[in-house]
C-alpha cells in the first residue's frame, strides 16, 4: 500500500499536486490511498509514502510537522516533493531558507541514487523555501546553483525532492515505486 499524503489546504490544489502523483502509481498497478497532511496520518500498513507537493503561498502543512513525526519510526521509504522535502528537511532537523524559484532549471544529479542517475536534467521548480546547506543527517544528492535541490536522509530510504517530478522528471516517481 502507498500513502499518497497531499499538503494542500485547499481541496482544488489536489488536482495539480496530488492527482499527477496518483496517476503514475495507478499506471504502475500499485494499491493506494490518500491522506490529507490534516487528518491523523497513518503509514503502519503502508510499505511507501509520497508527501506531495502544494501550491507557492500554501504552507499550512508547517502547522502540522508534529503528525509527520511518526515517519521517524517509520521503516519503509519517503519520498518528500516541494512540500514533503521541507517536511523532511525539518524534521530532521534542517533550516529552510528563502529561495524563490518558479520555472524550468537545470539540476546536477552529484550522487548514485536509486531515484536517478547522475548527470545534467531539466526540472520543474515552484517554491519560496528550500536547503542551501544540510546537517549530518542529510546527504545532498543533487544541486541547482547554491540549492540542495535533492536529498537523502542518512541510512534511510527517505528522499525530498524541491523540484515538481511528476511534471518532467516522471521517471524519479515510478523508480521510487519500483525499488526496495
Not at 90 to 111: A, I, P, Q
Not at 117 to 141: P, Q, T, V, W
Amino acid at each position: 500500500m502507498i500513502a499518497v499524503i497531499s499538503t494542500c489546504k485547499y481541496k482544488l490544489s489536489e488536482e495539480e499536486f496530488v492527482r499527477p502523483i496518483v496517476e503514475i502509481v495507478r499506471e504502475c498497478k500499485l494499491n493506494y490511498r490518500i491522506v490529507r497532511y490534516t487528518e491523523k496520518i497513518d503509514v503502519r500498513d503502508c510499505s511507501k509514502v509520497i508527501i506531495c507537493g502544494t501550491a507557492l503561498r500554501d504552507y499550512d502543512y508547517l502547522n502540522y510537522i508534529d503528525s509527520f513525526e511518526q515517519l521517524l519510526d517509520f521503516e519503509g521509504c519517503v519520498l518528500g516533493i516541494c512540500a514533503g522535502y521541507h517536511i523532511l528537511a525539518t524534521l530532521f532537523s534542517n533550516e529552510l531558507e528563502k529561495v524563490k524559484k518558479m520555472g524550468v532549471y537545470n539540476v546536477e544529479v552529484t550522487r548514485d541514487n536509486p531515484l536517478i542517475e547522475k548527470g545534467s536534467m531539466k526540472s520543474y521548480f515552484l517554491h519560496a523555501y528550500a536547503l542551501r546547506s544540510i546537517n549530518d543527517s542529510l546527504e545532498c544528492l543533487a544541486v541547482q546553483n547554491d540549492e540542495v535541490c535533492m536529498f537523502r536522509v542518512e541510512g534511510i530510504d527517505f528522499y525530498g525532492v524541491s523540484f515538481y517530478p511528476e511534471v518532467l522528471n516522471r521517471e524519479i516517481v515510478v523508480n521510487f515505486l519500483n525499488f526496495g
